[in-house]
C-alpha cells in the first residue's frame, strides 16, 4: 500500500509545494510502512528523477497537459488501479479545484487546507484550522483514500538525495480522448504572492480602490509584490489571488508591511510566520502591533507617502 502524492507541474519546473508534500509523506510513510509514490501529468524522466531524488519510490507519468479534466480522469483512474492509502496534494490554486474533482471520483473524503499532517498511535491525522482559526481540529479519516490538501510553506521540503526509484509510464485513460479537447489557454491575470520575498498589503484602513496604486507604488520600490486583508476582496477592490490570510494564501516572506490591517486572527493565520513583520496604522493599540517587529502608528495617508518619496530619493541617489 502507499502514499501518493500528485506532484504538480509549475510550468516546466516542479511546483514547490510538491517537495514539502514528500518530506512530510516521507515520515507519514516511514510510520505506516507505506510505500512513497508520486503522480505527475505534463512532464518528462527528468522531473520523475528529481522526484525519486526527493524521496519518491515510484513515479507515476502521464504525457498529456496539466488539465484539470484530465488530471482527475488520470488520478481517479491510477488510485482505482493502485488504491493508495493515503493521497496528498498541494492546497494551491489548481490543487484545490483538482483534489475536489478526484474525490468525488473516488466516492471519498477530503479534508482541504491542511496546516499539518500526522501519525498519532498508528493512526493518520490530518489538523487545519477550524471555527475561523480558533482551534485546530485533528481530523481521523475513515474512507480511503484519505485525502488532503496541504497549505504551501507549512513543511519542510523533503531533502535531495542520490537514491533510486522506479518511473512508470502510464497510458492515458480510455475516456480521455476525444472527451476533452483543450481548445485554447487564456492567461489570467496573477500574482505569484506566496513566492514573494517582500508583501505590502493594504486593509480597511484604505478608503477607496484606487489607494491600493499607492502600495503597488511601495511595493515596487521594495521589490515586492501587493497583499490584501480579505475585506477589500470581497468588496471587488483587488482580486482574490492578492488574498492573504485564513481563507486566502498563506505567506512567509522576508517583509510583511501591514498597511491599515487591524490583525485579526484571521489574517494572522496567513502572514504571522513572515520573517519580518512592519505595521502602519493610526490605532496604537489594534492587534498587528503586537506581532511587528517595526510598528508605525500613524495616519497611512502620510506615513505610505512619506515612504514613496524617500525610497524614490535613495532611488535616484543610486542612479
Ligand atoms: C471564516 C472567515 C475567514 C476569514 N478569512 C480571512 C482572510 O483570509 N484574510 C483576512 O484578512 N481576513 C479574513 N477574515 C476576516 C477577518 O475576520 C477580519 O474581518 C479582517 O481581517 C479585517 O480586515 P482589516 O484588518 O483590513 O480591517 P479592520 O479590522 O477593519 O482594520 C482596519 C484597520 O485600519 C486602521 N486604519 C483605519 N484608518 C487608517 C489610516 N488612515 N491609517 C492607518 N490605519 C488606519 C484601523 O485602526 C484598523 O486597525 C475572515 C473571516 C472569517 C469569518
Known sequence: MGLLIF???SGKE??????????????????LSLTLEAVVCG???????????????????????????????????????IRPEIFLFGATKFGRALAPRVAAALNTGLTADCTDLRVEDGEFIQIRPAFTGNILAHIKTRSTPKMSTVRYRVMKPAE?????????????????????ALIKREKMESIDIQNADV???GGRGLKNREDFRMLETLAYLLGGVVGSSRPLVDDG?????????????????????AIGISGSPQHLAGMRNSEMIVA?????????????????????????????EKLEKNETSHE
Not at 522531473?47 to 504525457?63: C, D, P
Not at 535531495?160 to 476533452?180: A, Q, Y
Not at 502608528?297 to 514613496?308: K, M, N, Q
Open 14 to 31: 516542479v511546483h514547490p509545494v510538491a517537495f514539502e508534500l514528500l518530506g512530510r509523506g516521507k515520515e507519514i510513510a516511514r510510520e
Open 280 to 308: 502602519i496604522n493610526s490605532d496604537p493599540s489594534a492587534p498587528i502591533f503586537r506581532y511587528a517587529d517595526y510598528g508605525i502608528v500613524g495616519d497611512l495617508y502620510e506615513i505610505v507617502p512619506e515612504l514613496i
Open 199 to 201: 508583501i505590502v498589503s
Open 160 to 180: 535531495r538525495e542520490d537514491r533510486e526509484g522506479r518511473t512508470i509510464r502510464k497510458d492515458l485513460p480510455p475516456n480521455i480522448p476525444g472527451s476533452f
Open 43 to 81: 512532464a518528462e524522466d527528468d522531473v520523475a528523477e528529481e522526484l525519486i531524488k526527493h524521496g519518491a519510490e515510484n513515479v507515476y507519468l502521464y504525457h498529456c497537459e496539466q488539465e484539470i479534466m484530465m488530471c482527475k480522469e488520470c488520478l481517479s483512474s491510477l488510485a482505482k488501479e
Open 237 to 257: 477592490w483587488i482580486s482574490r489571488d492578492h488574498q492573504v490570510g485564513f481563507s486566502g494564501n498563506t505567506v512567509k516572506p522576508r517583509i510583511y508591511v
Open 7 to 9: 506532484a504538480e507541474m
